[in-house]
């Protein structure tokens, strides 16, 4: 559900001033036009940066000690917040294999989207999370918080040869990636059952269009480079092997870049093979 104060300004607010204070004024957002990864690097300070990972560890630990139901990107959140098309989909490949569900959580940080969702799916028959990340969110998710249930691997490759999975979550992930299409590829090439994408915004145009993210302080201090994908393009990896079951507008619904302004919606697709 979206903001209801936000709702309510954009009813008073002409949608020519909410573009031109998208386009030119608010100092946040996705800016840019690159040709090249590295020419997005070299203008942004990128996602590795030990403060971001600092403050995933101490929002997902206060997660841990029940201070708090869930975090996002280093914020704590208080009351239950499900997106219930990726639920859907999960309980969906849990009631068609026995109600078993054992997922691959494709660069879910310390267990976010785990953490977020952990009681809707906990009384499964048999649950597994495990999650693929980068190095510095591995260690410390074996240090703090790997379990029977939860586990964490640096690599896809190493996952899927010490665990059986049925479905592949990629939550927000795909955009902040160098070759988000080479990973594609390499992920279709296991013939997972499942495949859910979400927070993953598509753009208006021809071709993908590289950009540079600015996190808002309220978050953390953070930029780094963002992808924007054409859906067309995007859907060509999954034709051969996979079929829609069903497309979602998720949490942050439009989404404005800028300088040049293009538009891109932030969506949800569940494939099954």
């Known amino acids: 559900m979206k903001d209801p104060i936000k709702k309510t300004i954009k009813r008073f ?9 998208r386009q030119y004024l608010d100092p946040y957002g996705f800016f840019g036009n690159y040709d090249h990864w590295q020419e997005a690097v070299n203008c942004s300070q990128g996602y590795n940066a030990p403060a971001i990972i600092q403050q995933v560890l101490n929002a997902s630990l206060k997660v841990k000690e029940g201070k708090a139901l869930f975090e996002r990107d280093g914020v704590c959140f208080d009351e239950p917040h499900y997106v219930w098309p990726l639920t859907t989909g999960l309980l969906r490949a849990a009631a068609k294999n026995n109600n078993c569900l054992r997922v691959l959580d494709f660069g879910g940080s310390l267990g976010s989207l785990y953490f977020q969702h952990k009681k809707l799916l906990s009384e499964l028959k048999h649950f597994r999370w495990c999650i693929v990340e980068q190095p510095a969110y591995v260690e410390r998710g074996k240090k703090y918080f790997e379990d029977s249930v939860l586990r964490f691997y640096d690599s896809l490759s190493s996952c899927v040869k010490n665990e059986e999975i049925d479905v592949i ?7 902040y990636l160098e070759k988000p299409h080479d990973v594609l590829n390499e992920i279709i090439s ?6 859910v994408i979400s927070r993953t915004p598509f753009i208006m145009r021809d071709n993908d269009r590289l950009t540079v993210q600015k996190v808002p302080p309220s978050i953390y201090r953070a930029s780094y480079p963002a992808w924007f994908f054409n859906k067309k393009i995007f859907l060509e990896h999954f034709k051969e092997d ?3 079951l069903y497309e979602y507008e998720d949490f942050a619904g439009e989404v404005t870049i800028k300088a040049p302004l293009n538009k891109a919606i ?3 697709i569940v ?3």
């Open 169 to 175: 979550v990629l939550s927000g992930v795909l955009q």
């Open 266 to 268: 932030d969506m949800g």
């Open 13 to 21: 607010i002409p949608p020519l001033a909410i573009d031109i204070y």
């Open 271 to 273: 494939f099954e093979k």
């Open 242 to 244: 996979y079929k829609i």
């Open 190 to 195: 296991h013939k997972f059952k499942t495949i």
